[in-house]
């Protein structure tokens, strides 16, 4: 059962008694927290499979200025009322430098102000909120483009590029699928338009149907998804059972589990990502994670998921290595702070005073007839 107090699922056992805020002179420690296990446990692990495989790659180089690099992971289960009691205790014991890899809207929601009252930085949260967009926070390094920004390339491709007019939208009822709706709704606004059906459902259920006739009823062109991956292939193979059969286009949020619940039944579902292919041949940055990930566990696929938590760990140690030899959380705070260009390999992260995210990039994929995510060769 998962308990309030969180299992401590890394096996690199206790911090050092002697570490100042997860700092000693052979290594320094990060906390995730983040879903080890329920509906988004997928998610939360593939985060901490890709931070582990950076971590591990610079662990074998000697570290960063001759430190080790640990990674402790707390189980929140996708519950903000399990998150804050979670990092309550975190905050408490002090023995980790930053937290990094959170993953969800409302768990994230739930823990932001603690983090930033107590300066705590936060590094890649696996959410594309706007609000931890807002750069005063002063404590919230995002990699990954925002909701909002994925919200404008489905109105792009749905009504610039295909010129429809009838959009709907499915979302889970809470901070991250309002989220996505608000980032759709101001998308059309911008066109003169609005969405012609809503459809909700709770977080934590497959209560889809309701919502499926509603919007059903409103004969849209297209129905953009913004939820998690069980639900979201509830509503599809519903869907299809009923003849409905209109674009649906989801947000990248659990894109692997939704391609891997559907099969070919997902087949033309296009999906909205805020990484690169991870299968790309062409690009450095794949090529280095995809070996990373073998190097550390060769039994691990390498998706989307682990590749955001690979990139997520890199710019975690870019900032280690910016702050120098003399580490602290304070120093290691304002490294972060200081970074402007980043380069992973080919791939550049670009910050500024004004600019707390990484990349603003958004690629289209689909799930082809054989199930597998593959990229989009035309609008």
Known sequence: MLRIGAILLGLLGPAPALAEQGVTADEVRFVQIAAMT????SLGTGMRQGIEAAFAEANRAGGVHGRMLRLDTLDDGYDPSLSVPVLRDVLHQDAQIALIGATGTPTMAAMQPLTTAAGLPVIGPFTGATFLRDPELGNVFNLRASYAAEAEEWARLLVDDRGLDRIAILYQDDSFGRAGQSGLVAALQRRGMEPVAEGTYMRGTLAVKAALIDIRR????AVALVGLSLPLSEFILTS?????????ISISFGADDIAAELG??????IVTQIMPFPQDSAAPTAAVFRAALAAHDPALQPGFVNFEGYLTGRLAIVALEAAGPALSRERYLEALRSLREVDLDGLTLTFSPTDNQGLDRVFLTEIDPDGNIVAMTGG
Not at 38 to 41: D, E, Q
Not at 240 to 248: G, T
Not at 264 to 269: E, K, T
């Open 218 to 221: 409103a004969k849209p062109q």
């Open 38 to 41: 329920g509906s988004a446990a």
């Open 240 to 248: 299809h059972s009923l003849e409905f059969n209109p674009v649906f």
């Open 264 to 269: 070919s039944a997902g087949a033309g579902l």
